[in-house]
């Protein structure tokens, strides 16, 4: 299975930005997809963000971040980023790195707080 070591949370005004990284280990990871879902409460469900193929070609938003966020990949650092702009309060969330390997493998998750 994947490693995924989140970084990048934090606290930031509403209308401000972050930039999250998932680091990977293994030696596949450009082999699969990558995304980011996000927790909005405990014992809340986690809800998908967005999600980037192997290729980096291809990305898909959920819509209440599309035009906001942004997926991105670096293969040679196994490395995937989600730039985070104008911040919501309602983004606040614990947000988690997702590797579409089998079975799925997740990061720790990261605080994004958003003060209103």
């Known amino acids: 299975q994947v490693q995924l070591v989140e970084t990048g949370g934090g606290f930031v005004q509403a209308g401000g930005s972050l930039t999250l990284s998932c680091a990977a280990s293994?030696?596949?990871?450009?082999?699969?997809?990558m995304g980011w879902f996000r927790r909005l409460a405990p014992g809340k469900e986690r809800e998908f963000v967005a999600?980037?193929?192997?290729?980096?070609?291809?990305?898909t938003y959920a819509d209440s971040v599309k035009g906001r966020f942004t997926i991105s990949r670096d293969n040679a650092k196994k490395t995937v980023y989600l730039q985070m702009n104008s911040l919501k309060f309602e983004d606040t969330a614990v947000y988690y790195c997702?590797?579409?390997?089998?079975?799925?493998?997740w990061g720790q998750g990261t605080q994004v707080t958003v003060s209103s």
């Open positions: 997702v590797a579409y390997d089998h079975p799925w493998s």
């Open positions: 999600r980037i193929m192997w290729n980096g070609v291809s990305t």
């Open positions: 293994g030696r596949t990871f450009s082999a699969y997809a």
